[in-house]
């Protein structure tokens, strides 16, 4: 059962232009939400993250945006730049303040190329 | 610099040859974990371990074993590896469980 679905696994945009990225969940109990950033031949690097208090969170080119009733999340990258060619992996999990927090589970990733 | 280490970067192996791969992080992390990444099926959980001496298994875990022995070494280890373990593991730590993950640069894995 994949609770954390990207159902894109590639996407090419031109430089310059908006990245989407995008990422379903099934589980409502899911509170906190990462995006993560993949290099050919590296470990995943954190790139943003967002609490189901919020419904956007900026930090510098990339907004990650929150959509609780749709259990909707995805991510935009503007302007998109050649760097930015990666796999993209969304995050999930729940903070229990009663019983402790989850683990995170993973997306099956999205490759981000951008065309020069 | 914090980081967390995993070691060998490459390994070429033979069916049924025990193999080692190490895990360190110098952040004072309690939760630890290894992750396998197949194409398109993303990250997936092998172990993880909550603090020294707790360790539990992920969604994947046949043919792998794991210790907590200190807070910052978390060993994967694989018996008798197959061919179907080839694959590209990560090892990630974090605070708590459920918290920003920190990942290794990966082991590339090849069992013949």
């Known amino acids: 059962d994949q609770q954390v679905k990207q159902n894109s696994p590639s996407l090419s945009v031109q430089e310059g232009r908006i990245s989407i990225l995008n990422c379903d969940y099934t589980?409502?109990?899911?509170?906190?939400f990462l995006w993560y950033k993949k290099y050919p031949a590296e470990g995943p690097t954190f790139l943003i993250s967002?609490?189901?208090?919020?419904d956007k969170n900026e930090d510098g080119r990339f907004t990650v945006f929150l959509n609780k009733s749709a259990k909707h999340l995805s991510l935009h990258i503007v302007p998109s730049q050649p760097g930015d060619s990666a796999v993209y992996f969304c995050?999930?999990?729940?903070?229990?303040?009663?019983?402790?927090?989850?683990?995170?589970?993973f997306g099956t990733g999205t490759r981000l190329t951008i065309i020069p | 610099e914090a980081q967390v280490t995993q070691n060998p970067r490459y390994l070429i192996t033979v069916t049924g040859k025990k193999l080692t791969v190490t895990c360190s992080q110098n952040?004072?992390?309690?939760?630890m974990s290894w992750y396998r990444q197949d194409p398109g099926l993303g990250l997936r959980q092998i172990y993880y371990?909550?603090?020294?001496?707790?360790?539990d298994k992920g969604d994947v875990p046949e043919g792998y074993k794991v210790s907590r022995k200190e807070k910052r070494n978390f060993p994967l280890i694989l018996e008798s590896p197959s061919p179907n373990q080839t694959s590209l593991y990560f090892c990630?730590?974090?605070?708590?469980?459920?918290?920003?993950?920190?990942f290794g640069s990966g082991t590339q894995l090849s069992v013949l």
């Open positions: 990630a730590s974090s605070y708590r469980v459920g918290e920003k993950l920190f």
């Open positions: 589980n409502s109990m899911f509170d906190y």
């Open positions: 967002i609490s189901s208090i919020k």
């Open positions: 995050a999930a999990s729940v903070w229990g303040a009663n019983f402790g927090n989850e683990k995170l589970t």
């Open positions: 952040m004072n992390h309690e939760y």
């Open positions: 371990s909550m603090n020294v001496e707790v360790t």
